[in-house]
């Protein structure tokens, strides 16, 4: 996570303190009280969710709930048991886990545990009038759209997540539902006005989720600031944040995080290249004009 330099050394110095803390504390299992925290760093409840969710954008519960979900993912690696991962890494059932699975994993504990083995993701490949476009798909959405230069890279990047997962091609005849996604990609590339509200199989801190829900309800043609993002999911600070959200993100398009720009209106960063964010963005303003 990256922090929001402008809330103060001061400010940043304790939250890293609670940081560490909830980091060394995290398997314990139980509830991390506001007030336990802030007896570390003399401050009240309320000010201490106030202050870190000032530096980080995120509240303590929610850090603490990462670093539990991080826990579990290397405890999964070395597990026979996802029942003794779930207890090993501070969660008090698996249900808590459960809860977490869609936005965290975006994949089972189990099948997390094993790094995709025996998970199926299909992609094809397009060229665009935008470059090289690789989409990847399990079977419940979109995992993987990514533009590039290569395929091999653009494959490469795919497998890095999912190193023991089934990866493979897919003829768009052989799927009525991959055709579908894959025409509807070159049809909004083409300038046309699509839906591509498509399912995503997409991996995320709650955060991150709140960040790319909000983007997908950003108006086709229009575009917000880093600002206004943090602003309308409720964490006004929360600006880097954002950006940060913004350049993790995998899904391209589907998730527009090119639809962001800085606060002085420049383009501000993307991971696929400036040129395509302005072109992208100057497509989507001819299609509605």
Known sequence: MQLNRSAGEPAIQKVRQICDYLRAHSASGGSLTLETLGDLVNLSPFHLQRTFKAVLGVSPKQYLDACRMQSFKKQLRKRDSVTDAVYESGFGSSSRVYERVNDRLGMTPAEYRARGQGVAISYAAAETQFGLLVMGATDRGLCFLQFGDSREALLAELRREYPRAIV?????????????????????????????????????????MK???????????????????????????????????????????????????????????????????????????????
């Open 211 to 289: 960040v790319w829900r909000y983007l997908q309800s950003i108006p086709e043609g229009e575009v917000r600031t880093y600002s206004e993002v943090a602003a309308a999911i409720g964490q006004p600070k929360a600006a880097r944040a954002v950006g940060h959200a913004c350049a993790v993100n995998q899904v391209a398009i589907v998730i527009p995080c090119h639809r962001v720009i800085r606060g002085d209106r420049g383009l501000g960063g993307y991971r696929w290249g400036l040129d395509r964010k302005r072109s992208l963005i100057a497509l989507e303003s001819r299609a509605i004009d």
């Open 168 to 208: 493979e091609e897919t003829k768009q005849s052989e799927s009525a539902e991959f055709s579908q996604w894959m025409e509807s990609l070159a049809r909004y590339l083409r300038g046309e006005r699509v839906s591509l509200d498509l399912p995503l199989d997409v991996r995320a801190t709650a955060f991150q």
